[in-house]
């Protein structure tokens, strides 16, 4: 699953690659954690276990990609 994350005053957005099996309701909790104060940073392993974190006083937006990844060919 890909998350995009819009930073404030930051043309680039962060992307990260979230391994297939990565609950997805436990990464939204996380998410809203972050943006409602909660949490002062959000944490996320891609799937290579690089972990990245973004404050959250700094997050625009957030966009979850589908589960799985993207298809690749006509499938």
Do not use: C, Y
């Not at 979230?18 to 436990?26: H, I, W, Y």
């Not at 939204?28 to 690089?50: F, M, N, Q, R």
Request: hydrophobic share 45%; net charge negative.
């Amino acid at each position: 699953m890909d998350v995009r994350i819009g930073v404030s005053d930051h043309a680039r957005e962060i992307v990260v690659q979230l391994p297939d099996k990565t609950d997805r309701s436990a990464v939204k909790a996380s998410i809203d954690e972050a943006i409602s104060g909660a949490t002062a940073t959000l944490w996320l392993t891609d799937e290579k276990g690089k972990e990245v974190a973004v404050a959250a006083s700094k997050i625009a937006f957030v966009e979850l990609g589908p589960e799985g990844g993207n298809p690749i060919g006509f499938g």
